[in-house]
């Protein structure tokens, strides 16, 4: 087991070399890294502003689900400021998702999906999730949760999906500081490029990676029922579904809407 405390002296310098300036906040317990880099964004924190907690005693996911965050984990919310339209600030959940997938498949050698709109999974069981949140004055959290080291016993046991780990699927421990370092360098990249004119290739890099293209599903959409099969994404993360009569229909990622694929 890699004895590997997330703090900043083990972090910072793994990020000096980035285009963010980044800063980093380190707890051992909190209750929500979202909710604390919220609360520093309202407060003037910089875009770059970084909050990892070993555990979240209050963490939470889309739609308010809780989300378990034991020892092992690497759990992380930061600060942007992208100076989007609200149309497209959205999109950066995908930006934030392939970035996860693609650092779980580089970093640690595993076959990462993504189940739209925040999920990374390998092998059908759920690795990551992330999820993006307004905060003050146009800044945006972004917040990530990695089921690192976290030992199989010790796995989330929700009823609608299976959990997995790094080390459950590796056999070993990874090196939780050079993890985070490696999610942070893969969105920056995709960051700057979807704030710039040409991001076809990050949607592109999605359709990849997507669990759920081509696939009949249900989604739910507050209080409404929609059937139909993905069809594509547009560049504020939102997929296009193709109806039964031939028409599509579009579907935000917003916090009230969820996706099933249909067997």
Not at 31 to 39: G, I
Not at 61 to 86: C, D, K, M, Q, T
């Amino acid at each position: 087991m890699i004895r590997d405390a997330l703090t900043e002296d083990s972090i910072l310098p793994l990020l000096r070399d980035l285009r963010i300036r980044w800063r980093v906040r380190a707890y051992g317990s909190i209750v929500s890294t979202n909710d604390t880099a919220k609360w520093l964004a309202g407060s003037g924190a910089p875009e770059g502003t970084l909050v990892v907690a070993e555990t979240q005693t209050g963490g939470r996911g889309r739609r308010g689900n809780a989300w378990e965050s034991p020892p092992g984990g690497l759990w992380f919310s930061f600060v942007v400021r992208p100076h989007l339209p609200p149309d497209r600030a959205s999109g950066l959940c995908v930006v934030a998702a392939v970035s996860v997938a693609r650092t779980v498949i580089d970093f640690a050698g595993l076959s990462a999906r993504i189940k739209w709109p925040n999920d990374v999974f390998v092998g059908g069981r759920k690795l990551a999730g992330v999820m993006v949140m307004s905060a003050a004055e146009g800044a945006l959290v972004v917040g990530v949760g990695i089921n690192a080291n976290v030992p199989e016993l010790e796995l989330p046991a929700p009823a609608w999906y299976e959990a997995t780990s790094v080390q459950r699927e590796t056999g070993e421990s990874c090196d939780r500081a050079a993890l985070l370092a490696r999610v942070l360098a893969e969105f920056e990249s995709r960051y700057f490029a979807y704030r710039g004119p040409d991001h076809e290739g990050l949607m592109e890099e999605w359709r990849e990676l997507s669990l759920v293209i081509g696939e009949a599903v249900t989604a739910t959409v507050g209080d409404e029922t929609v059937h139909g099969t993905v069809f594509g994404i547009e560049e504020d993360g939102g997929i296009v579904l193709r109806l039964a009569d031939g028409s599509h229909r579009k579907v935000l990622p917003t916090s009230d809407v969820t996706l099933s694929v249909r067997k």
